[in-house]
């Protein structure tokens, strides 16, 4: 078992890019793959527990307790990342369900599985775990606030809290609630520790079936949407090339550590996706490509963040701070 667990983790960026190519494959080929969509909770709030035990709670008090960081955070995600939103969106300023669909998905950081890429990039996990429920309120009352700016009152009308205070129970308060359990658990009990042990040996595959049942599910309607689409994949392309340079050097500015300085970077350039995507599809009728837009984004952010899990040690090393 440890041989195997070594193997995969070893391989896993491979792993990673073949469970997008297979669930590519079978989201265009099948099309009752999109039932798959019921799977993505599930699986994903497997990978968050999986990953939240992995985190020492103790060290989250002490995370919270980081003003420089959770500063870096919201300038980075609430000022920098609005305005480069709102650049990008010009270019589609003239659609307004590609426009709609662009500012709600670049407009929202994401606060699950940028756990779990930034840990593999070796970013400081547990301080994006300790603020991710502030991430959360902040992205709530924005939200309303940008879209009013950017769009005009139609854009505040159809923002809902329930997709997010549903996707903060599941995907933040749940696995936590379970990892921090188990983690106390094992301190009593050989029942706890096995859990434990066996959710971590599991992470890579967890993180595969969680690729694999996002893209499979939404594949189909990119692809059956392509000709409109093209138009916003350089954007969200460009969005994760620009975030790259903007998250070191705003790592460099607050002078944060080479694992905070990664953490901030796959904040800043992940998104909520998964979150506003039950929103998206509530939309009304004359903005139904909203939905695809946002999956879009989803696909081509996995796709970046297996290629930051590589790249990003490599930009961002250790330096002496100013």
Not at 150 to 167: D, L, M, Q, S
Not at 250 to 255: E, I, P, S, V
Not at 296 to 305: A, H, K, N, R, V
């Amino acid at each position: 078992m440890t041989q195997l667990v070594s193997w995969l983790e070893r391989h896993q960026i491979a792993l990673y890019l073949a469970s997008i190519f297979v669930g590519v494959l079978l989201g265009v080929l099948a099309p009752a793959a999109h039932h798959l969509e019921v799977a993505i909770e599930p699986v994903l709030a497997l990978l968050l527990f999986a990953t939240f035990l992995g985190v020492p709670f103790a060290a989250l008090g002490r995370s919270l307790r980081d003003v420089r960081f959770l500063a870096a955070l919201g300038a980075l995600n609430f000022v920098v990342v609005p305005a480069i939103a709102f650049g990008l969106s010009r270019f589609v300023a003239d659609e307004s369900a590609l426009l709609f669909g662009v500012l709600l998905v670049l407009l929202t950081p994401c606060i699950d599985y940028v756990i779990v890429f930034a840990g593999l990039a070796g970013g400081a996990s547990e301080r994006l775990l300790a603020a991710a429920p502030l991430l959360m309120l902040a992205q709530i009352l924005l939200l309303p606030l940008y879209l009013l700016l950017f769009i005009g009152p139609e854009g505040v009308a159809v923002v809902e809290v329930e997709p997010f205070a549903r996707a903060f129970l599941l995907l933040i308060v749940l696995p936590l609630t379970a990892a921090a359990a188990t983690q106390l658990l094992s301190k009593r009990h050989r029942i706890g520790s096995l859990i434990e042990r066996t959710m971590l040996r599991l992470m890579v595959p967890l993180m595969m079936a969680t690729l694999f049942t996002v893209v499979a599910s939404q594949a189909g309607a990119v692809g059956a949407a392509a000709l409109q689409l093209v138009v916003v994949v350089p954007i969200f392309v460009a969005f994760l090339i620009l975030m790259a340079p903007v998250g070191a050097g705003a790592g460099y500015l607050f002078r944060l550590d080479v694992p905070s300085t990664r953490a901030l970077l796959f904040s800043g350039a992940t998104r909520n996706s998964l979150v506003v995507l039950p929103l998206a599809l509530a939309l009304p009728a004359p903005l139904a490509l909203t939905p695809v837009v946002v999956v879009t984004q989803t696909l081509i952010e996995l796709l970046g963040m297996v290629i930051f899990v590589r790249f990003v040690p490599r930009l961002v090393r250790g330096r002496k701070q100013p």
